[in-house]
């Protein structure tokens, strides 16, 4: 939930921990200042907020972690501009500007009971994280976790220690972890599919569907990457009998308000009108079919 006497007012949180993952992403731990507001301040996987750096303008970012300390906001945040490079900039103790959460986010409750197939590529798996964060918390609700992550090399891999333990020993938690890298001469890729050739491959992240058998039965797919990769991955799962609403996805890129003001970020025509921050950034690929250049 978000502050109901004004939607536009941000909230100061200082930045306690600022951790660089690749040259491009940073992962950054803040802490809310106003401690009432922290406690309403809920949010599901999937949903993003908007953080400003005083001077220079804010941006749309999804939270990448579940929560569990409500202090504490957890993101990821790649620099491509000039409100991420200030964010970029900044270092522990210094302060960040939130409003927020925005968006529906992923339906966990709905998929109880289910198995789940997360499929994520480059910086598409930090939203995912929070999904998977949330399943593990709740490991009872949910069935097998299959997990496929797609990178360009080694270097690029986000959250690398956490993915690296559950590659390698996510079976205890009923978690088969697959990765795919694109760069054929990643030698750190490489170890890692000689490690454990059956859960790991050179190409593209699609490559992972022939690792292992993807069953539609009472399983749920979630996905987020480079919109490019969302038509190929839809395509395996239409493939092995994935019904349209079984099929969720994020459009995290197409946000930018955050309340449906600026039309930015509008998908469709006529009747099929959606506001990818009201009405998203999580569809299924059903409201794809039914929405025009959803994807």
């Not at 970029?88 to 986010?105: A, F, Q």
């Not at 994280?129 to 593990?136: D, E, I, K, N, S």
């Not at 506001?275 to 929405?291: E, H, Q, S």
């Amino acid at each position: 939930m978000m502050r109901l006497e004004n939607v536009l007012s941000p909230t100061p949180a200082k930045i306690i921990k600022t951790e660089k993952m690749t040259d491009i992403e940073r992962l950054i731990n803040l802490e809310f200042l106003d401690k009432n507001f922290a406690k309403e301040f809920i949010y599901k996987p999937g949903q993003f907020v908007e953080v400003s750096v005083m001077g220079v303008g804010e941006a749309p970012i999804s939270i990448c972690a579940a929560r569990t300390n409500p202090d504490i906001l957890q993101l990821c945040v790649r620099k491509v501009g000039r409100v991420t490079n200030a964010i970029h900039n900044r270092k522990e103790g210094d302060l960040l500007w939130i409003r927020g959460p925005y968006g529906n986010g992923f339906p966990m409750e709905t998929i109880e009971r289910s198995h789940l197939l997360l499929v994520g590529g480059g910086l598409g798996i930090a939203p995912l994280r929070g999904v998977l964060q949330y399943a593990l918390q709740n490991r009872e609700k949910y069935g097998e976790i299959t997990v496929f992550y797609g990178i360009r090399c080694y270097n690029m891999m986000l959250f690398r220690d956490e993915f690296l333990h559950l590659f390698r020993e996510g079976d205890k938690q009923n978690v088969k972890f697959y990765l795919s890298y694109e760069a054929p001469d990643d030698k750190e890729c490489y170890e890692l599919a000689c490690e454990r050739s059956d859960r790991c491959t050179q190409g593209v992240v699609t490559k992972l569907f022939e690792k292992t058998e993807v069953s539609p039965k009472n399983t749920y797919a979630i996905i987020c990457g480079p919109p490019i990769m969302y038509k190929f991955v839809v395509r395996e799962l239409i493939k092995r009998e994935f019904r349209p609403e079984q099929i969720y996805m994020t459009l995290e890129r197409r946000m930018k308000c955050g309340i449906g003001k600026c039309g930015h970020c509008i998908l469709g025509n006529g009747t099929s009108i959606k506001y990818v921050c009201k009405d998203g950034p999580v569809f299924t690929y059903l409201d794809a079919l039914n929405t025009k250049g959803m994807i």
